[in-house]
């Protein structure tokens, strides 16, 4: 019997300084994901506490922003555990994210113990949350909130024309132009292949720099304000989506935050193809649009 509690305290003895060597008075704990994003972008998106919510389930908050990354508190023992996600740029497309916090241990073996056992169950709330992330940013369209393709396009022979108002042109105005397009290329007979393209390019608070053009089949002279463009079939940066002005805005200063982000430059004026006849739909919710950005 003597024999049996002398193994038991010496066995209990070794637990006791097993947990108290190996287990420090506080514990650091480390994730570390690669993701094939930019780290602006990706900074972007970590801020969001509608997706940690989705993605955490109440566990984190993004308490602030920092230079290279937020910091992020996580629920411990209904308390926010202070941590930093700190965001590394592999290359313009692809980025490392740390994500790292401490956890303090209680002096008592048992609470030793248990503190131990609370940061394994954070480490992995962590590791999923931050999976839930990667996978999120791996794409540009969720990224961006648009699907971002670069292509060419085979619209090569244009006619267009150039025009001005003082407030933002109305569609009136815009199918004005382009029905006159329309006819010119008709009266030429030339066959139109796509749908138009608009450009506007605001000067100043009341001054629009308009043009339109109807993309055809043949060369065509000029006459007038009706000229002809060979445009020369590069590279361009692509989305397509739909909805109405403000949805068509919002995209444009996407595309324009993207070309930031991958520092990328814009070899010319981008433009719209217009792909729903708003002539004929009036319901904003049904215009299909296309941006297109030249780019080098």
């Known amino acids: 019997m003597k024999k049996v509690l002398a193994v038991i305290l010496i066995l209990v003895v070794l637990a006791i300084v097993l947990i108290y060597s190996l287990i420090p008075a506080r514990i650091l704990i480390v994730n570390i994901a690669f993701v094939k994003s930019n780290a602006s972008a990706v900074q972007r998106t970590v801020s969001r506490n509608d997706l940690w919510d989705k993605w955490g389930h109440g566990q984190f908050t993004v308490d602030k922003r920092l230079s290279n990354g937020v910091s992020v508190n996580s629920s411990y023992k209904g308390t926010g555990l202070p941590g930093q996600i700190i965001i590394i740029s592999l290359r313009d497309d692809s980025s490392a994210i740390r994500w790292e916090t401490s956890l303090p241990v209680a002096t008592g073996p048992l609470q030793r113990f248990s503190s131990y056992m609370h940061a394994r169950s954070l480490k992995e709330k962590m590791t999923v949350a931050l999976q839930y992330f990667k996978n999120f940013c791996d794409k540009d369209s969720n990224v961006y909130g648009l699907h971002i393709q670069q292509r060419s396009t085979r619209d090569t022979f244009l006619v267009a024309t150039k025009f001005s108002t003082r407030n933002y042109p109305s569609l009136s105005i815009i199918y004005d132009n382009i029905n006159k ?64 002005p403000l949805t068509i805005s919002q995209a444009h200063q996407t595309m324009r935050q993207y070309f930031q982000d991958y520092k990328r430059t814009s070899m010319a004026i981008p433009f719209e193809y217009l792909v729903t006849d708003r002539q004929f739909d009036k319901d904003t919710a049904n215009w299909v649009t296309r941006l297109y950005y030249p780019v080098y």
């Open 181 to 244: 397009l329309r006819k010119f290329a008709v009266e030429n007979n030339a066959a139109e292949t796509s749908s138009p393209m608009l450009n506007i390019t605001k000067e100043d608070s009341s001054h629009y720099n308009c043009m339109v053009a109807v993309p055809v089949n043949q060369q065509v002279t000029n006459k007038g304000d009706i000229f002809f463009v060979r445009m020369v079939p590069g590279r361009f940066l692509v989305t397509e989506l739909k909805g109405g």
